[in-house]
Nanobody
Framework: QVQLVESGGGLVQPGGSLRLSCAASGSIFSINAMGWYRQAPGKQRELVAT???????NYEDSVKGRFTISRDNAKNTVYLQMNSLKPEDTAVYYCNADVIGDDYVGSDYWGQGTQVTVSS
């Protein structure tokens, strides 16, 4: 079994910054793409950013230039640096990982979510 544990959410004023972390642990052979998604109240979950094992990244248009996704493959950890935060960034942020387990079977895993609130 694989677990994704997120940290780093909280309350921040508009224009502020937060850094989210997500560490994967368990029966892991390798991890392909990792990413962050978010879900605001009354809205569907949406992609924020993804990163491949090789470091190629993809961002949702509204966060380009403000958010940076990165990963430490040795630690099975993905990060999301969020700068110039806006009230519309308020949401529960979820980590996602495409994991190859010790049995060489691929599965998609999600973290439990961490709340990010941008408000004055």
């Amino acid at each position: 079994q694989v677990q994704l544990v997120e940290s780093g959410g909280g309350l921040v004023q508009p224009g502020g910054s937060l850094r989210l972390s997500c560490a994967a642990s368990g029966s892991i052979f390798s991890i392909n793409a990792m990413g962050w998604y978010r879900q605001a109240p009354g809205k569907q979950r949406e992609l924020v950013a993804t990163i491949t094992t090789g470091g190629s990244t993809n961002y949702e248009d509204s966060v380009k230039g403000r958010f940076t996704i990165s990963r430490d493959n040795a630690k099975n950890t993905v990060y999301l640096q969020m700068n110039s935060l806006k009230p519309e960034d308020t949401a529960v942020y979820y980590c996602n990982a495409d994991v190859i387990g010790d049995d060489y079977v691929g599965s998609d895993y999600w973290g439990q979510g961490t709340q990010v609130t941008v408000s004055s």
